[in-house]
T-cell receptor, first 112, second 115 residues
Framework: EAQVTQNPRYLITVTGKKLTVTCSQNMNHEYMSWYRQDPGLGLRQIYYSMNVEVTDKGDVPEGYKVSRKEKRNFPLILESPSPNQTSLYFC???????????FGQGTRLTVV | DAKTTQPNSMESNEEEPVHLPCNHSTISGTDYIHWYRQLPSQGPEYVIHGLTSNVNNRMASLAIAEDRKSSTLILHRATLRDAAVYYCILRDEGGGSGNTGKLIFGQGTTLQVKP
């Protein structure tokens, strides 16, 4: 079954404690991206990757890092999380970039 | 990127057709019209997309006005499972955000389906 898998689904952490949210897709898609969803602001793109070792900033990249060492994985890294990064995060993949996007189930992150 | 306007919410009865409107008066010639939906506690899900002609798939139909300034997503027989937020998105496939793969989500239309 074609899918995008995110882990964990829920995470509560403290300010400043580094964390990684993993994202994996099994469709051999070249393009992957991360979004965050906040009430009243909708979904906004954080980072995207056109292929292995090719990443670029989206609309709200501050406080986040990503890496793309393998085609299937695109982890989102928060080096020093802050409460304003409390949000619902979605990973997505597609091929080509403008093709049908497949989204993961989401990761609800709370930073206290 | 061109903007879309959708009603905040709509209601439908189960097993009846639903017409979800979207206005996009500033659409450009290379903008495709995409629809995604987000079921409660899930990620967005692709529904359908089109450029000029009406489109049908197993989930829905997309009716595009002749001047392309508006479109309508049609669910032929709403079920309780269709209760979701529906997003109408324009994607420039001649360049711009379309080539970065970015989807620009607005607030969407929350569809409530009554049994």
């Amino acid at each position: 079954e074609a899918q995008v898998t995110q882990n964990p689904r829920y995470l509560i952490t403290v300010t400043g404690k580094k964390l990684t949210v993993t994202c994996s897709q099994n469709m051999n898609h070249e393009y992957m991206s991360w979004y965050r969803q906040d009430p009243g602001l909708g979904l906004r793109q954080i980072y995207y990757s056109m292929n292995v070792e090719v990443t670029d900033k989206g609309d709200v990249p501050e406080g986040y890092k990503v890496s793309r060492k393998e085609k299937r994985n695109f982890p989102l890294i928060l080096e020093s999380p802050s409460p304003n990064q409390t949000s619902l995060y979605f990973c997505a993949s597609s091929s080509p970039p403008r093709g049908e996007a497949f989204f993961g189930q989401g990761t609800r992150l709370t930073v206290v | 990127d061109a903007k879309t306007t959708q009603p905040n919410s709509m209601e439908s009865n189960e097993e009846e057709p639903v017409h979800l409107p979207c206005n996009h008066s500033t659409i450009s010639g290379t903008d495709y019209i995409h629809w995604y939906r987000q079921l409660p506690s899930q990620g967005p899900e692709y529904v359908i997309h089109g450029l000029t002609s009406n489109v049908n798939n197993r989930m829905a139909s997309l009716a595009i006005a002749e001047d392309r300034k508006s479109s309508t997503l049609i669910l032929h027989r709403a079920t309780l499972r269709d209760a979701a937020v529906y997003y109408c998105i324009l994607r420039d496939e001649g360049g711009g955000s379309g080539n970065t793969g970015k989807l620009i989500f607005g607030q969407g239309t929350t569809l409530q389906v009554k049994p």
